[in-house]
């Protein structure tokens, strides 16, 4: 099977690391499977070069940085 008839997307991260998750995914899903942190810090992609809400669902063959805001200082 491939992962489109396996109900998955095949999408690349900005370096071109090989990535699949279940199609409807989206840039939040990603962005848990990346670490569980960055989740909790993302505020959006970039997907193909162009800026995504956090919501995009990924498309087969996307290519994707997921953007974050720094992590506020604990005092």
């Known amino acids: 099977?491939?992962?489109?008839?396996?109900?998955?997307?095949?999408?690349?991260?900005?370096?071109?690391?090989?990535?699949n998750l279940k199609q409807g995914a989206n840039l939040v899903?990603?962005?848990?499977r990346i670490h569980s942190s960055l989740v909790r810090r993302a505020i959006g992609g970039e997907v193909n070069g162009n800026q995504k809400d956090i919501?995009?669902?990924?498309?087969?063959?996307?290519r994707i940085k997921i953007l974050s805001r720094s992590e506020m200082p604990s005092f």
């Open 29 to 32: 899903d990603f962005a848990d």
């Open 55 to 62: 919501h995009y669902r990924i498309q087969d063959g996307d």
């Open 1 to 19: 099977k491939t992962p489109r008839e396996a109900g998955l997307v095949r999408f690349f991260s900005f370096r071109g690391d090989p990535f």
